[in-house]
């Protein structure tokens, strides 16, 4: 008998133990079909990128300069601009910083071009000058320009991207007019140094508004191609601009988590200035043109 209940005993306890079992299997099964769902964590918002570009401008000149009513014909390459200047042609910064499609822009120029000769000729007799005067002798413009501006993506295509831009675009210039002077002459308001006549304009600036286009195409990784172009002045401050630039930009390396590159390409610059009359008039009807050169620092 007391073998027979311990049987029944062990069996009852072995059933009890397999249902325990069983359903504490479900509840921690239950248990983990109630834990929460993983939430997915939202993108950071861009930051923003920065990119520093200095470079050379190896500017040609083909328009007409005026100084104290007495207009030039100056028409010179940028090999003769680079081997009579005290400048490569011009000394160039670009600025750029850009956060998803909105880029806020900046330009600066500076040059200090001297022409001589060949380069400039007499478009008209000097007004207010009698005597024996002989032609055009040379002509130097030191000439600042600053430009401001942001720019928008408006559409984007896989690897081309189209932006829109306005801004303003700020000149400032010197220019000094030099004339032959062969004899005895009543020469106006010029001042005379030795066998030369000077013309000289001060200090002259104005600002034009402008608006553009620019399209951004990534050839491959770490190559990207520029075209640009805005026009700009519409008689605020000259009578009409236009500018046109083409550039190629490759990757170099990156150090210090600074990604540099090369840029090579082509920029175009016109303007048509004019203030004053008679003696005092200015004029800068001007077209400046030539090839680019220069590393691009993007962090």
Known sequence: MQTGALRFR???????????????????????????????????????SFRFVPYGWLTALNGTQAVRGRPVKVDASFVDVVGKSDTLGGLMGDFEARNGPIALLGNVVWSKIGLERGNVRSRAPAPGVSGTLGTSLGLDIEMAIIEVGAAYEVARFGALAFDVLGGARYWYQQADLSLDVSAAIDVGDLQIAGARAFARSGSVDWLDPLIGARVRYTVAPGHELVLRGDIGGFGAGSDFSWQAIGA????????????????????????????????????????????????????
Not at 15 to 39: C, F, H, I, K
Not at 251 to 259: N, R, S, V
Not at 260 to 282: H, N, P, T, W
């Open 10 to 48: 062990r069996a009852v306890l072995a059933a009890l133990g397999a249902m325990l079992g069983t359903a504490g299997n479900a509840w921690a099964a239950d248990l983990g079909s109630t834990q929460a769902p993983v939430v997915e964590v939202l993108p950071m918002p861009p930051s923003w």
């Open 248 to 299: 190629y930009g490759f990757e170099l390396g990156t150090y210090q988590g600074i990604a540099f590159s090369g840029v090579i390409g082509y920029r175009a610059l016109y303007v048509d200035y004019v203030q004053g009359e008679g003696r005092q008039r200015y004029e800068f009807d001007m077209l400046q043109h030539g090839p680019v050169l220069g590393i691009s620092a993007r962090f």
